[in-house]
Nanobody, 115 residues
Framework: QVQLVESGGGLVQPGGSLRLSCAAS????????MSWYRQAPGKQRELVGT???????NYADSVKGRFTISRDDAKNTVYLQMNSLQPEDTAVYYC?????????WGQGTQVTVSS
């Protein structure tokens, strides 16, 4: 059974940083387009950014310049480095793996930005 497991969420003050991890079992993340999504209370899930199998990245305008997605093939893990966090970044963050007809989601990790 394919599993994506996010970790690294927590409570951080405005202006702070967090790094989220998404570790996979039974699939090789380097073969997938890996995306981070987030969902704030009462809002729709939104795309934060994507890293392709060739390591191209793209980001939502709201996080561009602050968030960075990377991939460690040896650890079969994708990361979301989040800097200059603001209260509006508060959400549950999910990782997603997509390839052809395959689409997998993690369980999510809570990020709360508050003083």
């Amino acid at each position: 059974q394919v599993q994506l497991v996010e970790s690294g969420g927590g409570l951080v003050q405005p202006g702070g940083s967090l790094r989220l991890s998404c570790a996979a079992s039974r699939i090789f993340l380097r073969l997938y387009a890996m995306s981070w999504y987030r969902q704030a209370p009462g809002k729709q899930r939104e795309l934060v950014g994507t890293i392709t199998s060739s390591r191209d990245t793209n980001y939502a305008d709201s996080v561009k310049g602050r968030f960075t997605i990377s991939r460690d093939d040896a650890k079969n893990t994708v990361y979301l480095q989040m800097n200059s966090l603001q209260p509006e970044d508060t959400a549950v963050y999910y990782c997603n793996a997509t390839r052809s007809n395959y689409n997998y989601w993690g369980q999510g990790t809570q990020v709360t930005v508050s003083s």
